[in-house]
């Protein structure tokens, strides 16, 4: 590389201009790192991955493969033709996740090896519009006014450990102060970070060290304890005899800093699995979701992995005190650099300017996003401005796999829509209005009206809801209402073909050397149901006693009788008492299953009896039921694997817990409440 302006020069390494290096040897070893090349060299950059880490370390084999730690995209306030920065970018996932989405990408990073495997990567994934370049953090060779974006994701604690002069304030006041030089006058920044004073920052956390403190233990020690801890992530390792571990502030600490470096307008954001995790993301003024957030998920804990009343101190300390707006355990934060766009990030978000267009109506804000891992697709909600109407957006890259599924979705809902609208016995608003689809650069989004009332898992998962009887019995019995009332809707949009059919290998049985299930020639059957009928797709309204059902990403013909009845129970999770603490690694799951369907209790008679009831009514046969139920769990069984990307670990683990419950099935039919409606003899 020559600049004709001044002479100057710089090496090429393998086509990859060089302007600084640094000394670490990145996110793993250097050893480790020259495997993993070699392996990406004579295959695939994926398959090296899964091969090196996703046993061994599970979490670097996340920060390498899943893209969905740039889930914020669709919430950035800049359009598909903009060029983007990535600072430190490590082995390029949200590298790889933003040439998904936009025109042009400048990738930087200091370590050698770490830019030879983001080229790997990048090349065998056909992505040409990425420049890669190797440099320091302080030798950023960019004019002004060049970037729309600039992302900063787990660097600016770290900026220390580059050559500076001055306090690591000043340090990471200058860094910002010159990023947002390269930023066009509408141009926005992404800052990941810990929150120094976040309610885990006392433990210690794969990926960094503990964080900077007045009372932090002398450097030798700190250095020594870090080594022994075998963590994944070379930070972790970092020498700290200086004293420049990671530097990290309070959320409203970034805020004051980034005023000083310019930033004017700061839009701060709350990822409760890290934001390197960002599989959940709720806007920090929204104090009303994130209690609700840390509600149900505490609730979720106590009944997937037992009561624990460490956990409980934890909720009352951090949340019921509401520390827990000033003590995020990370931020990601989206800074403007002028007040140009009048204050508010999210008013020109294309996105959501595009639905807003197209609806002709108010102006919409996202108010929380959520995804899961290496799933193509993220769900916003949304509120208007002035009249506070709530809605959700479902979004898919459709340069990735699974775009369809968003996409077919919508048209599954619009069918649905108008087929529930047609059908005199179902209730209005038994499932979501559909509002609109567009598409902006690869992004595929569509737009429903959200549901009224609580979540059935929200409510299901308070540990005194199964006191009540009277309450389960009557929300069980609006459920299987409603199921009766929606066939011949459902029924009525499958039957004109639009509607797709399970895989027919879906009904056969995982084992079939034991020549029990549907066999060589599996039953067909007819009719549309739900295919995800679990309670946090219900929504009930107690006041008005309604019922809403929303995701229909699952909905198709040929389910087997009484498919989405199964999926209800069986996601309730009920157990005959309060289960605590398990094994580590053990869920409820299994428990449930067996307490459910195998003991004898209040619950199973109720489970038992409408079942019965919506056999009558739907004109099946009540002695089959154990035939339906053994062909819900083949089906779950296949399905759920097959919903789950094969570089998942939920893929297996469903696989296996259905596996599970299948073989107790087989060996425990009599004691099934269902066997006394059943025939004679085995299935």
């Known amino acids: 590389m020559e600049c004709p302006a001044c002479g100057a020069h710089w090496p090429l390494n393998q086509t990859i201009p060089l302007y600084g290096s640094a000394t670490y040897p990145g996110d793993v070893t250097q050893e480790t790192m020259h495997e993993l090349i070699a392996l990406a060299e004579q295959g695939y950059w994926l398959t090296a991955a899964r091969t090196m880490f996703r046993d061994s370390n599970p979490e670097l084999y996340d920060h390498v493969a899943d893209l969905n730690r740039a889930s914020w995209i669709p919430i950035l306030p800049i359009g598909p033709n903009s ?75 770290w900026v220390r450990e580059w050559p500076s002069s001055g306090t690591s304030r000043e340090a990471q006041i200058a860094v910002l102060s010159d990023l947002r030089r390269l930023l066009k006058p509408r141009g926005v920044l992404v800052i990941g970070s810990e929150n120094r004073f976040g309610y885990t920052s006392f433990l210690r956390r794969r990926g960094h060290p503990r964080v900077e403190g007045k009372n932090r233990m002398c450097s030798w020690l700190d250095a020594l304890y870090r080594r022994l801890g075998k963590p994944g992530f070379y930070r972790s390792l ?71 009343l460490a956990r409980q101190l934890r909720h009352w300390a951090v949340v019921d ?23 508010h990030l999210y008013s020109s978000v294309p996105l959501l300017a595009v639905l807003e267009q197209h609806l002709a109506g108010d102006r919409y804000h996202a108010d929380s996003l959520a995804t899961h891992p290496y799933k193509n697709k993220a769900v916003l909600t949304v509120r208007s401005d002035n009249t506070d109407t709530r809605a959700v957006i479902k979004v898919a890259n459709l340069r990735l796999s699974g775009a369809d599924i968003v996409q077919r979705s919508y048209q599954n809902l619009q069918r649905l829509h108008s087929s529930f609208a047609a059908s005199d016995p179902v209730p209005a608003g038994s499932i979501p209005s559909p509002m609109g689809v567009v598409r902006v650069g690869s992004l595929l989004a569509t737009m429903e009206s959200s549901a009224r009332g609580s979540r059935l898992v929200d409510l299901v998962l308070d540990r005194r809801y199964f006191d009540h009887r009277d309450r389960v019995r009557r929300h069980l019995e609006q459920i299987t209402s409603w199921l009766i009332v929606s066939k011949p809707a459902l029924d009525a949009s499958g039957s004109e073909g639009l509607i797709d059919p399970i895989p027919p290998e879906w009904l056969v049985a995982p084992d079939r050397d034991t020549g029990v299930g549907p066999g060589s020639a599996p039953e067909r059957f007819t009719g549309t149901q739900h295919g995800d009928f ?77 079942s019965h009831r919506l056999c009558e009514r739907l004109g099946l046969d009540s002695a089959r039921l154990l035939d339906y139920f053994l062909l819900y769990i083949v089906v779950r069984y296949r399905q759920l694997a097959s ?41």
Request: hydrophobic share 40%.
């Open 321 to 343: 005190t509401n520390l827990i707006h000033r003590m995020f355990p990370d931020v990601i934060m989206i800074a403007a650099r002028s007040t140009e766009r009048g204050g």
């Open 238 to 308: 970092a020498d700290s005899a200086r004293g420049d571990g990671p530097y990290t502030h309070s959320p409203n600490g970034y805020a004051d800093l980034l005023r000083q470096a310019g930033f004017p307008v700061v839009d701060l954001w709350w990822p409760p699995n890290g934001y390197n995790s960002p599989h959940t993301m709720l806007r920090a003024s929204n104090r009303a979701a994130i209690r609700s957030y840390c509600d149900s998920d505490r609730r979720y804990r106590d009944r997937f992995h037992g009561y624990a």
């Open 534 to 610: 679990n309670p946090e797709n219900i929504f009930i309204d107690e006041d008005s006693q309604q019922l809403c059902v929303i995701d229909w990403d699952s909905c198709a013909t040929g389910y087997p009788p009484l498919f989405d009845w199964f999926c209800l129970v069986t996601g309730l999770y009920y157990t005959h008492e309060r289960v605590r603490g398990l094994p580590r690694g053990q869920t409820v799951d299994a428990i449930s299953f067996r307490q459910t369907y195998f003991e004898a209790s209040w619950f199973s008679e109720v489970i038992r009896s409408l």
């Open 643 to 683: 919903v789950w990307p094969e570089n998942t670990y939920w893929g297996p683990l469903s696989q296996h817990l259905y596996e599970q419950h299948y073989q107790l099935l087989l060996k425990n039919q009599t004691q099934c409440c269902f066997w006394k409606f059943s025939a004679p003899g085995p299935l």
């Open 83 to 157: 060029t983007v920065l990535d600072v430190s970018s490590g082995l390029g996932a949200v590298t790889h996740a933003l040439a998904l989405n936009y025109h042009h990408v400048v990738s930087v990073e200091a370590a050698a090896d770490m830019v030879r495997f983001a080229k790997v990567r990048l090349e065998q994934e056909g992505l040409k519009n990425v420049d890669l370049i190797q440099t320091r953090l302080a030798d950023l060779p960019f004019s002004t006014d060049t970037f729309d974006l600039i992302v900063l994701n787990g660097v600016l604690e």
